[in-house]
C-alpha cells in the first residue's frame, strides 16, 4: 500500500496567516456526511475538505487539506479511519486517513474514476464505484492485498454502492434501460431489482435491520425526495418534507428509528414517522486570498503596426512553394523566401478552412459571400471562384482526396459552435453530396488515407455515459462500410485539440502528424490507418496545425506565432519569416451626441439633456446641451444613451461568419470576453474587428479550455505534466491573452501554479471553482451550475437553491461570478412570459424562421418534459440577487451560442430584474463592473470624460423598464458610427 505525505494538508485556523480573510461557513451547498459508528462524531465534506465535528454539532476541524477535492467521507467499522474520494492527481481516487489527521494513503490508483467508497463490516475491503470497465460499475479491492474486483459487469452504470450491516448485500444504482433503479447484490452475485423509478436515484442506505433501503430521488418536476424501500415490496414511500432540498447523499442511522441527513444547506436529525426535523449547527472556518498584482496594461490608441498572430488554419502546398492561411477576414498565399502575403480575396467576408488540391492548383474553402458558411473552389490560375456545396446549415474542414475528385467536410449547427458535426464528401465534378457518417461531436478536420478508402479523424471517446469526458483518439472511418474504429499512438492520453491538430495522413500513407502534449509527433501506419509502430517526437515546442508537403519528407507547422517546417530525415527544424501587420482604425472627427437622457454607468439616475462631445475614439467632455455646438451632431434628444454592453460569457467560431460582428453591436454590446477558444480563431476576430476588416465588437480573449488528462469540448487542452503546462502557459504570454480559463477537470494544484503565472503577466483566471479557487487568489468564477466533475455542484443543488456557503465565499473573496441564468432557464422563462420575445428585429434580421421555430419548440419541450428546470428557476434568481446584496461582484453572461448571440445578454439582464434585481444594478453589472472584471475601467464600462467612446442609443427608459436595452437605435464602438438599419444588412445589401 502507498503511503502519501500528510504535510501539504490545510492549516488550521489557528494557523491562517494575518493578511487571509477567514470566512466562517454554516451552511454547506450539496454536503455529504457520515456519522461514526459509536455515533459521537460526524465526517462531512464541505467545499471539498473532509471536516469532522461532533454528533452534537459545533466547530468543524479539517481532516483533509484543501487542494485535494475531497468528497463523501465513510467512516470505517472501528471508527479510526475515513475513507473518501480524492481528486488530488486529477483522477478520483480513493483515500483512507486516520480520524487524528495522521497516515493518508491513496487506496486506488490509475488512469480511471473511482467514487463512493464503502466498507465492508469486517473494514477489510472497501467497495466503490469505477470506470475501469468502459462504463462505471460496482468494484471491491481488499485493504490489505490491494486485490481488485469487479462486482458487476451490467453495460448501463452501476455506482453508489453500499454493504448492509451484515455484509451479506450491497445495495446500488443502476441505470439499466429496461428497469433503472436501486438494485440489490447477493453475496453469491445474483442481484435483484429493488425499486424501479425513472427519478434520478442515488445514495442507497441500508437500515440497521436490513429490511429496507433509503435513498435520495431528484424527480422531473424538479423535487428532491428520500425515499425508503422495503426489501420485497418494490415501491418506494417518501419519508422527507415535501418542502426540502434533499441532497443527493446518504443517511446516517443514531438508532433504528433516528437518522442523519443533508438538506437545504443543513445538517439533519430525523425520527421515522415524524414530519419535523431537528438541525444539528456546525462552524467551518476556511481562509481565503485575495493577492494583488499589476493588471495588463491595454494600448486602445495605439495606431501603430503590430505583428498578426490570428494565423488560422496555415497549409503548404504540395510542392512546399506555397503556404496559405486566412487571417484578416481574407485568405493569405506566402511564397517562401517572400516575407510579405498576398491576399487573395479582399472582400467583406469571411473566409477560412482553405486546402490545397493534390496538383496545388485549385484552393477549396468555405465562405459566408452567399448569405452562410458554404463550400467554394478557386482555380488558381484563373482566378475564378466557384460555389460547390450550399447546405442548410454551416460548412466547415473541407480535405481533398488524394486523387483530386472528391472533398470531405463536415455539416454543422449555428446554434452550437462547440457542436457536432455531420461527415460528408462531395463529388467536385458532378457536385453531388453524399452523408458519410452520423453527426459526431466536434470531430477534427477529416484525412484521407494514400488509397481514398479511409478517412481518419480526432473524435471524442467518453470513459462512461455516467460523465462525458473521455480522451481524443483517431477514428478511422471505412469509405467501404467497415465499422468505425478508435486507435491511439497513446493509450488513455488525449491528441492535441480537436480542430487542425491531426491525425494527418502523410501522402504517401505511411504515417500520421499529429499534436499530442502539444508537440509534434508522427506514427507509422498501416494503409487503413492502424498503428504499426512507435510515435516519433519532431518538436520540444507548442506545435499547431501540421501539415505536410507533397513528397511526405516534411511538415510545416506553427510554433506558437511563427511558421516553421521540420524535416524528417535528420529533424532540423527552419523557421518561415513573414512580415505580416495589421493597424486599429481610429476615427479622427469630432461628434456631438445631444442625448435627453444619460445613463454613465456609475448613478442610479439618469443625467439629462446634455452633449457628448466625442474626438476621435474618445470622450472628451459631457455638458449640458447647447445648440450649435462645433461637430457632426447625433440628435439622441429623445433617446436614452448608456456605455457599449459586455457579453462576459461567450463562445465563437468561424462558422457564424461575417454577419456575428454586426449581430453584437445590433445589440449594444460592444464588448465581448470570450471564455474559451482556439486561440487563433479568437485572434483573428479581434484583429480583423479592431482593424476594420470586418465590423464588430471588442475581444477579449482566452484560448482552448485548460483543462486535465480528460476532456469533453474539441478545443480543450488536455494538460498531463507540469512541463507541458508551462509551454501553454508561455503561449499566453507570446499570444496577449486577455485571460486564462481552467475548466472541470483541473486539478488545484495545477490551477495554482495556473493563477500565479497568470497574476504575474497581469491577467485574471477564472475557472467553475469557488473553493479552494478563492483560498488561492482566482479571479472569477462561471455559472452557478455549470458542469462539474462531481456529477453535482458545489454551488448549487438539484432544486437550484445556493446556501450561505457559496454566498459568503463569493460575497467575501471579492471573485467575479458570471451566473449565466438565461442559460439555467431563464431564456426559456423569459420566452414564457412575453408573446413578443422573438419579435425584436435584431432576431428577425439574423435568424431565420425556421430556426425561431426550433426554440419555440425546444421552449414548449422543456416545459413539458422537465418542468421543474422552469419551476425552480426561480432559486436562481434569488441567488442572483441575494450575491447582490451581500455585496459580491456579478456580472452579465450567458454561454452563447447554447442560446441564441446577443438576444441571450438581454434575456440575462431581463432574467435578472424579473427577479428582483433592479434595471440599474443589471446595466451596472453589464457595464462598469464588468470592465473593471476585464481589468479595462479605465477605459470602458462608464460615459465620462476620457472614456473610449464605445455607446448605445436606445429608444425608452432602460432603468425603468430593462426590456428597452434592446431598442437599440444607434451604436459607437471606438468612436465610430453604426446605425441599426446598416448593421442588420449584410454587406452584399449595402
Same mark, same amino acid.
Given at each position: 500500500m502507498q503511503l502519501c505525505s500528510f504535510a501539504s494538508f490545510a492549516s488550521s485556523p489557528q494557523s491562517i496567516v494575518s493578511d487571509s480573510i477567514r470566512v466562517t461557513l454554516t451552511e454547506g451547498t450539496n454536503i455529504a456526511i457520515d456519522l461514526s459508528p459509536d455515533k459521537k462524531m460526524i465526517a462531512m465534506d464541505l467545499q471539498g475538505t473532509i471536516w469532522t465535528m461532533p454528533v452534537a454539532g459545533g466547530e468543524a476541524k479539517p481532516l483533509t487539506d484543501a487542494l485535494g477535492d475531497s468528497r463523501l467521507p465513510a467512516w470505517s467499522p472501528d471508527g479510526s479511519r475515513v475513507a473518501f474520494h480524492s481528486y488530488r492527481d486529477g483522477n478520483y481516487h480513493i483515500w483512507t486517513v486516520n480520524k487524528n489527521r495522521t497516515d493518508l494513503r491513496q487506496v486506488t490508483f490509475g488512469v480511471y474514476d473511482d467514487r463512493e467508497p464503502y466498507w465492508s463490516p469486517d473494514g477489510k475491503s472497501l467497495v466503490f464505484s469505477s470506470d475501469r470497465d468502459g462504463n462505471y460499475d460496482v468494484w471491491e479491492i481488499e485493504l490489505g492485498s490491494g486485490k481488485l474486483k469487479q462486482l458487476t459487469n451490467n453495460p448501463a452504470n452501476d455506482y453508489y454502492p453500499a454493504y448492509a450491516a451484515d455484509g451479506k448485500q450491497i445495495a446500488f444504482v443502476s441505470e439499466r434501460t429496461e428497469a433503472p433503479g436501486i438494485y440489490v447484490l447477493s453475496q453469491e452475485g445474483k442481484e435483484q431489482l429493488l425499486v424501479q423509478g425513472e427519478a434520478k436515484m442515488a445514495a442507497p442506505s441500508w437500515h440497521p435491520n436490513g429490511s429496507q433501503v433509503l435513498y435520495n430521488a431528484f424527480t422531473q418536476h424538479g423535487h428532491s425526495r428520500l425515499e425508503a424501500a422495503v426489501l420485497g415490496d418494490g415501491g418506494g414511500q417518501t419519508i422527507s418534507d415535501p418542502s426540502e432540498d434533499i441532497f443527493p447523499f446518504r443517511v446516517s442511522w443514531l438508532s433504528r428509528t433516528e437518522f442523519l441527513y443533508t438538506a437545504d444547506g443543513k445538517i439533519k436529525r430525523r425520527k421515522l414517522g415524524k414530519s419535523k426535523a431537528q438541525t444539528i449547527p456546525f462552524k467551518a472556518v476556511v481562509a481565503l486570498s485575495r493577492p494583488a498584482y499589476q493588471r495588463k496594461t491595454y494600448t486602445f490608441d495605439n495606431i501603430a503596426p503590430q505583428p498578426v498572430l490570428g494565423i488560422r488554419g496555415a497549409s503548404v502546398s504540395p510542392d512546399g512553394k506555397r503556404i496559405i492561411f486566412s487571417a484578416l477576414s481574407d485568405l493569405w498565399i506566402l511564397e517562401k523566401g517572400k516575407r510579405k502575403p498576398v491576399a487573395i480575396a479582399n472582400d467583406a467576408f469571411v473566409e477560412v478552412d482553405p486546402a490545397w488540391s493534390p496538383d496545388g492548383n485549385k484552393l477549396a474553402y468555405v465562405s459566408d459571400r452567399n448569405g452562410s458558411m458554404d463550400l467554394w473552389i478557386r482555380d488558381l490560375q484563373t482566378g475564378k471562384d466557384h460555389l460547390l456545396v450550399d447546405l442548410p446549415n454551416e460548412l466547415n474542414f473541407p480535405s481533398w482526396s488524394p486523387d483530386g475528385a472528391r472533398i470531405a467536410f463536415y455539416e454543422g449547427d449555428l446554434r452550437n459552435a462547440w457542436g457536432r458535426g455531420t461527415l460528408h464528401v462531395v463529388d467536385v465534378a458532378?457536385?453531388?453530396?453524399?452523408?458519410?457518417?452520423?453527426?459526431?461531436?466536434?470531430? =477534427?478536420?477529416?484525412?484521407?488515407?494514400?488509397?481514398?478508402?479511409?478517412?481518419?479523424?480526432?473524435?471524442?471517446?467518453?470513459?462512461?455515459?455516467?460523465?462525458?469526458?473521455?480522451?481524443?483518439?483517431?477514428?478511422?472511418?471505412?469509405?467501404?462500410?467497415?465499422?468505425?474504429? $478508435?486507435?491511439?499512438?497513446?493509450?488513455?492520453?488525449?491528441?492535441?485539440?480537436?480542430?487542425?491538430?491531426?491525425?494527418?495522413?502523410?501522402?504517401?500513407g505511411n504515417m500520421m502528424a499529429y499534436t499530442l502534449d502539444g508537440l509534434l509527433w508522427v506514427v507509422p501506419v498501416s494503409k487503413t490507418g492502424n498503428i504499426i509502430g512507435p510515435p516519433k517526437r519532431l518538436t520540444n515546442e507548442l506545435a499547431e496545425v501540421p501539415s505536410w508537403t507533397g513528397d511526405s519528407k516534411s511538415i510545416v507547422f506553427l510554433a506558437t506565432d511563427t511558421l516553421k517546417q521540420v524535416y524528417l530525415a535528420d529533424g532540423h527544424i527552419t523557421p518561415i519569416p513573414m512580415d505580416f501587420t495589421w493597424q486599429y482604425k481610429q476615427p479622427t472627427e469630432r461628434k456631438v451626441i445631444h442625448a435627453g437622457k444619460l445613463f454613465d454607468g456609475r448613478a442610479a439616475a439618469y443625467r439629462e439633456n446634455v452633449d457628448i462631445i466625442i474626438e476621435g475614439n474618445r470622450i472628451k467632455?459631457?455638458?449640458?446641451?447647447?445648440?450649435?455646438?462645433?461637430?457632426?451632431?447625433?440628435?439622441?434628444?429623445?433617446?436614452?444613451?448608456?456605455?457599449?454592453?459586455?457579453?462576459?460569457?461567450?463562445?465563437?467560431?468561424?462558422?457564424?461568419?461575417?454577419?456575428?460582428?454586426?449581430?453584437?453591436?445590433?445589440?449594444?454590446?460592444?464588448?465581448?470576453?470570450?471564455?474559451?477558444?482556439?486561440?487563433?480563431?479568437?485572434?483573428?476576430?479581434?484583429?480583423?474587428?479592431?482593424?476594420?476588416?470586418?465590423?464588430?465588437?471588442?475581444?477579449?480573449?482566452?484560448?482552448?479550455?485548460?483543462?486535465?488528462?480528460?476532456?469533453?469540448?474539441?478545443?480543450?487542452?488536455?494538460?498531463? =505534466?507540469?512541463?507541458?503546462?508551462?509551454?501553454?502557459?508561455?503561449?499566453?504570454?507570446?499570444?496577449?491573452?486577455?485571460?486564462?480559463?481552467? $475548466?472541470?477537470?483541473?486539478?488545484?494544484?495545477?490551477?495554482?501554479?495556473?493563477?500565479?503565472?497568470?497574476?504575474?503577466?497581469?491577467?485574471?483566471?477564472?475557472?467553475?471553482?469557488?473553493?479552494?479557487?478563492?483560498?488561492?487568489?482566482?479571479?472569477?468564477?462561471?455559472?452557478?451550475?455549470?458542469?462539474?466533475?462531481?456529477? $453535482?455542484?458545489?454551488?448549487?443543488?438539484?432544486?437550484?437553491?445556493?446556501?450561505?456557503?457559496?454566498?459568503?465565499?463569493?460575497?467575501?473573496?471579492?471573485?467575479?461570478?458570471?451566473?449565466?441564468?438565461?442559460?439555467?432557464?431563464?431564456?426559456?422563462?423569459?420566452?414564457?412570459?412575453?408573446?413578443?420575445?422573438?419579435?425584436?428585429?435584431?432576431?428577425?434580421?439574423?435568424?431565420?424562421?425556421?430556426?425561431?421555430?426550433?426554440?419555440?419548440?425546444?421552449?414548449?419541450?422543456?416545459?413539458e418534459m422537465f418542468p421543474g428546470y422552469i419551476s425552480n428557476f426561480g432559486n436562481i434568481q434569488k441567488t442572483v440577487k441575494a450575491l447582490l446584496a451581500a455585496g459580491a461582484r456579478v456580472t452579465t453572461g450567458t454561454d452563447s451560442p447554447f442560446i441564441p448571440y446577443g438576444m441571450s445578454l438581454h434575456t440575462e439582464l431581463q432574467s435578472w430584474v424579473d427577479g428582483g434585481v433592479t434595471p440599474y444594478e443589471a446595466l451596472r453589472s453589464a457595464t462598469l463592473w464588468s470592465a473593471e472584471a476585464v481589468g479595462v475601467s479605465k477605459d470602458l464600462g462608464t460615459v465620462e470624460p476620457g472614456k473610449l467612446a464605445d455607446l448605445v442609443i436606445v429608444a425608452g427608459d432602460p432603468l425603468t423598464r430593462i426590456q428597452d436595452a434592446w431598442n437599440v437605435e444607434v451604436v459607437l464602438k471606438n468612436g465610430e458610427v453604426h446605425l441599426i438599419q446598416d448593421l442588420l444588412k449584410s454587406p452584399s445589401a449595402n
Open positions: 458532378s457536385g453531388k453530396v453524399e452523408k458519410l457518417h452520423e453527426s459526431m461531436f466536434v470531430p =477534427s478536420q477529416p484525412s484521407w488515407s494514400a488509397d481514398g478508402k479511409t478517412i481518419a479523424i480526432s473524435a471524442l471517446e467518453v470513459y462512461s455515459s455516467r460523465y462525458r469526458e473521455g480522451v481524443s483518439k483517431i477514428l478511422l472511418v471505412s469509405l467501404d462500410g467497415q465499422p468505425d474504429q $478508435y486507435v491511439s499512438p497513446v493509450p488513455e492520453r488525449s491528441l492535441g485539440t480537436r480542430g487542425k491538430n491531426g491525425p494527418v495522413w502523410s501522402p504517401n467632455e459631457i455638458l449640458p446641451h447647447q445648440a450649435g455646438r462645433q461637430g457632426n451632431l447625433i440628435d439622441a434628444s429623445g433617446k436614452t444613451v448608456i456605455p457599449g454592453l459586455f457579453e462576459m460569457h461567450t463562445h465563437q467560431s468561424e462558422m457564424a461568419g461575417e454577419r456575428l460582428g454586426r449581430l453584437w453591436l445590433s445589440y449594444g454590446i460592444t464588448s465581448l470576453r470570450e471564455t474559451g477558444a482556439d486561440p487563433y480563431d479568437a485572434i483573428e476576430r479581434k484583429e480583423s474587428w479592431s482593424s476594420g476588416a470586418r465590423i464588430g465588437p471588442r475581444e477579449f480573449f482566452t484560448g482552448g479550455l485548460t483543462d486535465g488528462s480528460r476532456i469533453y469540448y474539441g478545443l480543450a487542452t488536455s494538460i498531463n =505534466s507540469g512541463a507541458q503546462l508551462e509551454l501553454e502557459l508561455e503561449r499566453t504570454k507570446r499570444l496577449g491573452y486577455d485571460l486564462i480559463k481552467t $475548466y472541470v477537470r483541473m486539478p488545484d494544484l495545477m490551477q495554482e501554479r495556473i493563477t500565479a503565472y497568470a497574476h504575474s503577466i497581469g491577467i485574471p483566471v477564472s475557472s467553475h471553482e469557488i473553493y479552494p479557487a478563492t483560498r488561492y487568489g482566482v479571479d472569477a468564477v462561471e455559472h452557478i451550475g455549470g458542469t462539474s466533475r462531481r456529477g $453535482y455542484s458545489p454551488k448549487i443543488t438539484s432544486m437550484n437553491h445556493s446556501y450561505q456557503d457559496v454566498i459568503e465565499l463569493l460575497a467575501k473573496s471579492g471573485m467575479n461570478i458570471t451566473p449565466t441564468a438565461s442559460l439555467q432557464g431563464g431564456f426559456y422563462v423569459m420566452a414564457g412570459k412575453d408573446p413578443a420575445f422573438f419579435e425584436n428585429r435584431q432576431f428577425k434580421a439574423f435568424f431565420s424562421e425556421s430556426y425561431a421555430n426550433d426554440l419555440k419548440e425546444n421552449a414548449q419541450s422543456v416545459t
